[in-house]
């Protein structure tokens, strides 16, 4: 069974620019979260989706936002990047997250790095 | 609000040595309990966890007990190996899908 895929591994942007990040579930799987990882920060929640609605929102300015499709597949976007959304972030699914308390899986992460 | 704090790192120790990372946790109500592991360059992975006071989560010779009393969930293994050389994360969350994570604890070990 495909662990969750996470494309791409590396990206390079500069400042002002927008990026999309995408997250393929484990298959079956119908809920997405995302994190960001930061040395400073550590791993901090950014949102959630289960079967294309956002189930919950971690405290992150407006410029991060985030969808899920009907196949579970989810993105996220980041717009007018600034230096300090430099990080790695990780997706993680599970089959219905905290409603039947499945465990989440984590993806190798895309890292992000903003210049 | 919600907060999980982890002993600081790096932990050094020699292979078959004895472990222990401390966790604590700042609640509101009953939370999930979790330890997580991240190896260099990969995402992390559910190591164990413990849903009510007083479970013992257990995986690969780790286990962590949920103390509701002191608000711990320490993880601990008796004989460690250069292969579980990693970050370790505790965690926690409370009905829903937002894991609060602490800052991690690097362990290194040497042969």
């Known amino acids: 069974k495909a662990g969750v895929t996470q494309t791409p591994r590396y990206l390079i942007k500069t400042r002002g620019q927008q990026v999309t990040l995408s997250c393929s579930p484990i298959?079956?799987?119908?809920?997405v979260s995302w994190y960001q990882q930061t040395p400073g920060q550590g791993l901090q929640f950014l949102f959630e989706?289960?079967?294309?609605?956002?189930?919950n929102k971690g405290n992150f300015p407006g410029r991060f936002s985030g969808r899920q499709f009907s196949n579970s597949r989810s993105e996220m976007n980041v717009s007018t990047l600034e230096l300090g959304d430099s990080a790695l972030y990780l997706c993680?699914?599970?089959?219905?997250?905290?409603?039947?308390?499945?465990?989440?899986?984590f993806g190798n992460g895309t890292r992000l790095t903003v210049t | 609000g919600n907060s999980v704090t982890q002993m600081e790192g790096p932990v050094t120790l020699s292979e078959e040595a004895f472990l222990t990372i401390n966790c604590t946790y700042t609640?509101?109500?009953?939370?999930?309990l979790f330890w997580y592991v991240q190896y260099p360059g990969e995402g992390l992975q559910l190591l164990l966890k413990?849903?009510?006071?007083?479970d013992k989560g257990s995986n690969k010779g780790f286990e962590a007990t949920y103390r509701k009393e002191t608000t711990s969930f320490h993880l601990e293994k008796g004989s460690v190996q250069v292969s579980d050389s990693a970050v370790y994360f505790c965690a926690l969350s409370e009905d829903t899908d937002k894991l609060i994570f602490g800052t991690g604890t690097r362990l290194q070990v040497f042969p």
């Open positions: 413990a849903t009510k006071a007083d």
């Open positions: 989706y289960f079967s294309e609605t956002q189930r």
């Open positions: 993680a699914s599970s089959w219905q997250g905290y409603l039947d308390n499945s465990p989440l899986h």
């Open positions: 298959s079956g799987h119908r809920s």
């Open positions: 609640a509101t109500g009953y939370p999930s």
